[in-house]
């Protein structure tokens, strides 16, 4: 396939009988002219006018289906019926012009196709659908600035917001995350900075966790917390839910972004005799920095748009609560769930303006992810590079300099001391403490 | 491991071997001797993959000694009982466990096609920024958080597959499982018969669970070996004849534990599923009528008014579940690793 791909025919060169045995001989073109290169891949006219022509048949049969003979209605099924008729019509076309094989290769492309189609087109319509229907709830200002603490069940959208869920969102996230980051990433270096027994049977449980069910986490927290100790449902209590959650997420992401770290930077740090604490330092961590970010993050989003855990563990208010470790602190998924549990349209409008709030939260954390971690370890931006590169020149001039003057130095005492002079080809021993920064921004 | 033991040694002592008779000094020690700085990062790393454990141990430890009081009152009744009252001492998973199961197996019918084929798009169609958009786009559908999607569920897909529901079950009614009917027997045909069921739940659970199976058959496929590709095509075959004797076989591992991966996550989705069906306590075959549960399902439903005997009975079924998901996905990636695609070298 990439043989297809790479320019070829370009010069091919003189075959001489000399040419070694076992090598591929390619046949001298002879005085032929090489055409341009051939396109191999995509679509011929007909092959259009055959998608085109099954498209409409399909469309005319689904319409004839339903406007005519009619035990069907509805849009889902007007699709499906269109999409099998345009499948058959479609067969049906390519069989004029090809063989079995050919119509077989034609078919699957469509089905896979459509399959891709139909996978981003309902991720596109959930979100957009969410967004759409908040647009009821978003243009009031007080949305975001009031929270539900005076208005009731009947009120219009000019009263009330989601002030005191958003804070909560963040306060519970914040909290987790004051827990998550530190814990996982250290514990994703243990697994693979330090290694061992232990280590496999650390790994073996934390990939067991991401099994864990998250409304079991919701009721163990609920359980061994809040009926045991605290007797009051509180925000401490549903971000230890969350904890619970994102800790084998981000230890997961995380051991995988530590594994892709190169190995022969590792081997470069110990060969230059640093110590294994210096090396995760100064180069695991700045190498797999960007990937750590986005690990975190997307734990983040994941964390972020859990409800059942904190269905269980926060319980739902209408006030702002401060103190996370009294009272009931709702966070954004539990009072779209809370709002769309009642009957009256205001409230489903509220309950879709919080999802819409949700969803551009998650999808700002995710554009940050990929801002950061769209590049794999040790890949830098030009800026980066750049930088690196002033850097080590800065470096370079430094130990030259040095060396220089060491070789003055000695130089000189040789005169004094009728020492013999070290030869000025050996270069003298570099700094002892590189600048290790270079390697980290 | 042997690789850090040799260069942990911040400073050796530089070896002094008699030039004359070298078997005379002492053979170097080559055993680690860690720095302070070195000590202090190990066992702080230690420590935090103890406390991992501790905590995840303390889940399983804790869930499993709750559940136990239960479990001891209700025996194997607990797995074959439908009712669930734990004050009358007559409760049992087998209606809401059967209700999971059932969900999560529709889920996998719209799941699997759809994962394998975007799948296969990303990984044999799609070319270049496309390939990375297409990527980029299955990771963001795994962050939406379920609640969203079970509001899209319960305002826009309930009402616009009911009557796909009621034309399945009239034609296909003959099947017991697309059956609706009362209990005397009578075929349902209103629409309210077909609300908040199975059928739905399973939709909706589905769409959740693709991004997951995309991305482990994705990684499958995109590993199969460009030589076997080319040997394929240069056979004269088709791209779909390539796919069907290269790149399938090739990810075979990564399809079936893929597709697990997506069970295990389908067993426990909890919100979408909550605000979808009506939860009732008896087995109902009949996936297209109203009316299914879920062990998550009854959790969240019945926490708040729990004793603290039906918190230890609702320990119990989250237990089972756990387990389940826990053997589905140890299962899962032990498939994944041992395949041709999951392993390191080839």
């Known amino acids: ?441 | 491991m042997s690789f850090s033991t040799l260069f942990d040694a911040p400073a050796v002592e530089p070896p002094t071997i008699d030039p004359a008779n070298p078997d005379s000094s002492p053979r170097r020690s080559l055993a680690a001797r860690p720095s302070v700085s070195d000590s202090v990062f190990r066992s702080v790393a230690f420590l935090a993959g103890c406390i991992t454990v501790a905590i995840m141990l303390a889940v399983g430890v804790f869930l499993s000694l709750r559940a136990s009081e239960a479990l001891g009152v209700a025996g194997f009744s607990f797995l074959v009982e439908q009712d669930w009252s734990p004050e009358s001492q007559k409760f049992g998973i087998a209606s809401v466990l059967f209700g999971t199961i059932t969900i999560a197996v529709i889920a996998m019918c719209v799941a699997v096609p759809l994962a394998l084929g975007t799948a296969l798009l990303i990984s044999e169609v799609a070319q270049g920024r496309m390939r990375s958009t297409l990527v980029t786009l299955v990771d963001l559908m795994a962050a939406v958080p379920s609640v969203v999607f079970g509001l899209w569920g319960v305002f826009f897909l309930q009402a616009n597959v009911i009557p796909v529901a009621t034309w399945i079950s009239t034609y296909f009614g003959w099947i017991p499982f697309f059956r609706v009917e009362d209990i005397t027997g009578q075929t349902l045909t209103e629409a309210s018969a077909f609300t908040s069921s199975a059928f739905i739940a399973g939709i909706v659970v589905g769409l959740m669970v693709v991004p997951t199976q995309t991305s482990v058959m994705r990684e499958a496929f995109s590993q199969a070996p460009i030589g076997e590709r080319e040997a394929a095509f240069a056979l004269g075959s088709t791209r779909w004849g390539m796919i069907r004797a290269v790149v399938l076989p090739f990810g075979r591992g990564g399809i079936i534990g893929g597709t697990m991966l997506g069970l295990g996550r389908a067993l426990g989705e909890t919100i979408a599923v909550y605000m979808i069906i009506s939860p009732i306590f008896t087995i109902n075959w009949e996936v297209l009528k109203t009316g299914t549960n879920s062990v998550s399902a009854l959790i969240a439903l019945r926490y708040g008014e729990s004793s603290s005997f039906g918190l230890s009975a609702l320990m119990a079924a989250g237990l089972v579940l756990f387990l389940i998901t826990l053997v589905i996905n140890f299962t899962a990636s032990s498939i994944v690793a041992r395949s041709r695609s999951g392993a390191e070298s080839d």
């Open chain 1, 1 to 441: 396939m990439t043989i297809l791909l790479e320019p070829t025919g370009t010069v091919i060169p003189e075959l001489t009988p000399t040419a070694p045995a076992h090598t591929t001989t390619i046949p001298s073109p002879g005085g032929t002219p090489i055409g341009p290169r051939r396109r191999v891949r995509g679509a011929r006219l007909d092959d259009r006018f055959n998608l085109l022509g099954a498209a409409s048949a399909g469309i005319a049969v689904a319409v004839l289906l339903f406007g005519w003979f009619s035990p069907l209605s509805g849009g889902v099924g007007w699709l499906l019926v269109a999409f099998i008729a345009f499948i058959g019509f479609y067969a049906l076309l390519v069989s004029f012009a090809s063989d079995w094989q050919e119509v077989k290769d034609r078919v699957m492309g469509v089905l896979l196709a459509s399959a891709g189609v139909l996978l981003f087109g309902a991720l596109v319509f959930v979100v957009a659908f969410t967004l759409v229907r908040g647009q009821e709830a978003l243009p009031h200002l007080n949305f975001f600035t009031q929270s539900m603490e005076l208005a009731g069940p009947l009120d219009g959208l000019e009263v009330g917001g989601i002030v005191h869920a958003i804070l909560g969102t963040l306060m519970q996230i914040s909290m987790a995350l004051a827990i998550t980051i530190p814990l996982g990433i250290l514990t994703a270096l243990f697994l693979n900075e330090v290694g061992g027994k232990f280590a496999r049977f650390v790994r073996t449980i934390s990939d067991a966790m991401t099994a864990l069910p998250s409304i079991v986490a919701g009721l163990f927290v609920y359980s061994a917390i809040i009926v045991l100790i605290t007797h009051q449902r509180s925000g401490f209590a549903a971000a230890m839910a969350i904890t619970v959650m994102m800790l084998p997420i981000v230890i997961r992401a995380s051991d995988i972004v530590l594994r892709l770290v190169p190995g022969n930077l590792r081997e470069a740090a110990y060969a230059l005799g640093s110590t294994r604490w210096r090396t995760v330092w100064h180069v695991v961590l700045p190498t797999a920095r960007p990937g750590l970010a986005t690990a975190v993050i997307l734990g983040t989003a994941r964390g972020i748009g859990e409800t059942s855990p904190v269905l269980l563990t926060s319980g739902v208010t209408a006030v702002v609560n401060w103190n996370p470790f009294e009272g009931p602190m709702i966070s954004l998924p539990l009072q779209v769930f809370d709002f769309v549990k009642s009957p009256e349209p205001n409230m489903i409008a509220r309950g879709f303006g919080s999802a819409a709030v949700l969803i551009l939260l998650v999808l700002a954390l995710f554009v940050i992810a990929r801002l950061i971690g769209g590049k794999g370890p040790g890949q830098l931006g030009r800026r980066q590079q750049e930088r690196v590169i002033a850097a080590s020149a800065l470096d370079l001039q430094r130990i030259t300099l040095q060396g220089d003057r060491r070789v003055l130095l000695d130089a000189s005492a040789a005169q004094d001391d009728h020492r013999p002079q070290p030869s000025a080809s050996t270069p003298s021993a570099p700094p002892s403490d590189p600048n290790p920064k270079e390697t980290s921004s």
